[in-house]
């Protein structure tokens, strides 16, 4: 089956600083990739949606100045959260869309201190 | 916008009984609804789907009924044992990739 990678599977970053978090397709070409984040005890909530070669579309409420999103190419998303604080700190997880399936990366657990 | 309801959000059960989780949504343009189990801290996995025009669909203990009508589905789990605790998911979607996430069931079954 299809296989996302996420780098790095956790990062413990301090408050006012940035962090990248990368999503990969290996075994297939994404047109359309999505990051979610999740906090402890709650549902997956969708932040964006990251479109290759254009401009990713933001869920209500998600500003798109701090989480930075990136999709350059067709196997590469990146998730960048920029001036971190700890309420930021969560499970980050991206997925890619494969015929109308979703493959999900194994998260990245982002801690702000 | 979709709105999707997932009940209940925690479950027990003893060892070998049957475990079902029911989840509601709004968009009739809805056309496929996966479920997806997650362990702690680990990606979510798809355990079973369903599409639109299909009313139930079985996988050995697993499986999933759709009443399009009513708009509703539901996890059903048979024969339960202690590795099927985790937290259910269920999630819907019209098609265009973007899923709307119900907001989990934690189903413990006890030995």
């Known amino acids: 089956g299809a296989v996302v990678s996420q780098h790095p599977s956790w990062v413990i970053c301090k408050s006012g600083t940035s962090v990248k978090i990368e999503c990969r397709s290996l075994d297939f070409q994404a047109t359309t990739m999505f990051w979610y984040r999740q906090f402890p005890k709650q549902s997956l909530m969708l932040m964006a949606t990251?479109?290759?070669?254009?401009?990713?579309?933001?869920e209500q409420g998600v500003e798109k100045d701090k989480f930075l999103i990136n999709h350059a190419s067709l196997t590469l998303s990146t998730l960048t959260v920029t001036s971190a604080h700890p309420e930021d700190s969560s499970f980050y997880i991206c997925?890619?869309?494969?015929?109308?399936?979703?493959?999900f990366g194994p998260g990245t657990r982002l801690t702000v201190t | 916008g979709e709105n999707v309801e997932q009940h209940p959000s925690t479950l027990s059960v003893q060892e070998g009984d049957s475990a079902v989780i029911k989840c509601t949504y709004s968009d009739s343009a809805s056309n496929y609804f996966p479920w997806y189990k997650q362990e702690l801290g680990k990606r979510p996995q798809l355990i079973i789907d369903?599409?639109?025009?299909?009313g139930e669909k079985k996988d050995q203990r697993i499986a999933v009924t759709l009443n399009k009508t009513a708009k509703h589905f539901s996890l059903h789990i048979t024969e339960t044992q202690p590795e099927d605790s985790a937290v259910y998911f269920c999630a819907v979607t019209s098609g265009t990739y973007k899923y709307i996430f119900g907001t989990g069931t934690r189903l413990k079954v006890l030995a």
């Open positions: 990251s479109n290759e070669g254009s401009k990713a579309t933001y």
């Open positions: 369903i599409r639109s025009n299909v």
């Open positions: 997925s890619a869309a494969d015929n109308h399936e979703q493959y």
